[in-house]
RNA sequence: GUGGUUGUAGUUCAAUCGGUAGAGCACUGGAUUGUGGUUCCAGGCGUUGGGGGUUCAAGUCCCCUCAUCCACCCCA
């Protein structure tokens, strides 16, 4: 129990009994970017800490409060990355991904870290998975985005969670909306949370997203983001909805989503499953026309999403849904005496090289001990040998399942593969 | 960063007013010595998360600290 070194706070081990569960996840957001195309990129764990110091905005909480920074020993300030998008990006202008001229679709997933206090469906180091597509302001595109995000959650069988979108606009109508709120909300300043006043100066979008209640009922009627959208900005939204509606994609508009990272322009969306406690966003993302601008690429459109994979356990056991199976071994080893277990460790290599999965513990002595561990071990068949087995060059297969066994020449093994395939 | 909650065996949990730390499950071995899952029997000296204090005596009371969980906040 006592344990010199421990966990760092906010962290967990997956364990072996979960580790399938993981692997469910991520073999099924690589086939769904198989179906929409989308290509794998792997960028390090850290980067530079202005590239999210500028990208995701030196405001936001994520960047003010929340990185793990550190220098190197020339004194170069680094930080765990926060996040998946600004990396990519950074990736896309630094090898400039950009040159085919075709959309680049990309998807990543991997460790993220932010200094938070843990909670249910919140760590230190999480993991995300998400995808970009760079490279088109077409809004069939961020309906595409979406579509990949919902066909996901479908393929792993989810269904308790809905989508909500928003258009923050760009940063001309950004400016019109910032100023109507600050209109709006300053008769009641007194009013506000603490919080709430810091916003005001510098993002007072987000006091539409506050959760304290006095500070809910003054929102309730701030003017709505959709209403200061520009021209281009509004048919872009239209068309957002119109392509979702074409898909066959259920959404709701909701004009309170603020995106938390300050690159986000137009579309913005959340999926939610409310059954998972105050962390209830499952997914979520948005364009970001200017970001590429920003990292010192060309001036590139994108859009993109990214989630947390904690949060799809979680919803997954809430939906009881089978997430894969732990591998189990075919065959169980079982020697008795000297003589076989020496002539066991032959044949088990022989069997390997078959392409059969195998397995022995060759601490048990005891029939009963071995047959006790195989049973364990879920394998489908045990092997036994012994001195009787030996001198007939033989050994018996046994049917974990059935309970039947029969006997098989040594220089028969072949057959073994065949049997096992069989009783799958 | 702020509240609250909990911390005892591998695990889930007991332990009355402060008075010898205990059970289920799991684990290991055994039940005429070469056949599992059921049953029966046997096997527990654990820094009671850590440190300090009060007391004749602390798992229990007090202080500090670490961690958990939940919420605020933030977001995925």
Request: proline share 4%.
């Given at each position: 129990m006592s344990v010199n070194y421990s966990i760092p706070r906010g962290t967990y081990d997956i364990l072996p009994e979960t580790s399938y569960k993981w692997q469910y996840v991520l073999k099924t957001f690589q086939e769904t970017a198989k179906l929409f195309n989308f290509k794998e990129i792997v960028t390090p764990i850290f980067e530079k800490a202005d590239l999210f110091e500028r990208s995701v905005g030196d405001t936001s909480d994520i960047v003010e409060k929340e990185m793990y920074k550190f220098n190197d020993k020339k004194g170069r300030k680094f930080a765990l990355?926060?996040?998946?998008t600004a990396p990519v990006i950074r990736s896309f202008v630094e090898n400039n991904l950009?040159?085919?001229g075709n959309l680049c679709r990309l998807f990543y997933s991997g460790p993220m870290f932010r200094y938070d206090r843990p909670q249910k469906g919140r760590y230190r180091q999480f993991y995300q998975y998400g995808i970009e597509a760079i490279g088109s302001n077409h809004p069939y595109i961020d309906a595409e985005v979406i579509a990949f995000a919902d066909t996901f959650l479908r393929n792993l069988g989810l269904k308790n969670y809905n989508l909500e979108i928003n258009s923050v606009g760009c940063s001309i109508c950004t400016q019109d909306y910032d100023l109507a709120l600050k209109e709006y909300f300053s008769p009641h300043f007194d009013e506000l949370c603490p919080d709430c006043k810091k916003r005001m100066g510098k993002n007072p979008k987000r006091l539409l997203d506050c959760k304290v209640k006095s500070c809910q009922s003054i929102a309730k009627n701030a003017p709505s983001m959709i209403a200061y959208l520009d021209e281009d900005c509004r048919t872009h939204f239209e068309q957002v909805k119109f392509y979702l509606d074409k898909m066959g994609i259920v959404y709701k508009v909701n004009?309170?989503?603020?995106?938390?990272?300050?690159?986000?322009?137009n579309t913005a969306f959340e999926f939610l499953n409310?059954?998972?406690?105050?962390?209830?966003?499952l997914l979520g993302g948005g364009r970001y026309n200017g970001l590429v601008k920003q990292i010192g690429g060309k001036e590139t459109p994108g859009v993109g999403f990214a989630g947390g994979i904690e949060r799809l356990l979680l919803s997954l056991e809430q939906e009881e849904l089978f997430c894969g199976k732990n591998s189990i071994p075919e065959i169980f080893f079982i020697t008795l005496g000297k003589n076989a277990q020496i002539k066991g460790v032959e044949l088990i290599a022989k069997l390997r090289n078959m392409g059969i999965s195998i397995v022995t513990e060759i601490e048990k002595e005891s029939m009963k001990s071995q047959m006790k561990a195989a049973n364990k071990s879920n394998a489908l068949f045990a092997i036994i040998i012994g001195e009787e087995e030996l001198s007939n060059n033989e050994l018996v297969l046994k049917d974990l399942q059935v309970g039947n066994q029969k006997m098989i020449a040594f220089k028969d093994i072949g057959e073994i593969k065949e049997i096992i395939d069989k009783a799958k």
């Open positions: 990355r926060p996040e998946g950009g040159f085919s004009d309170r989503i603020v995106r938390g990272l300050d690159y986000y322009t409310n059954n998972l406690g105050a962390q209830n966003a």
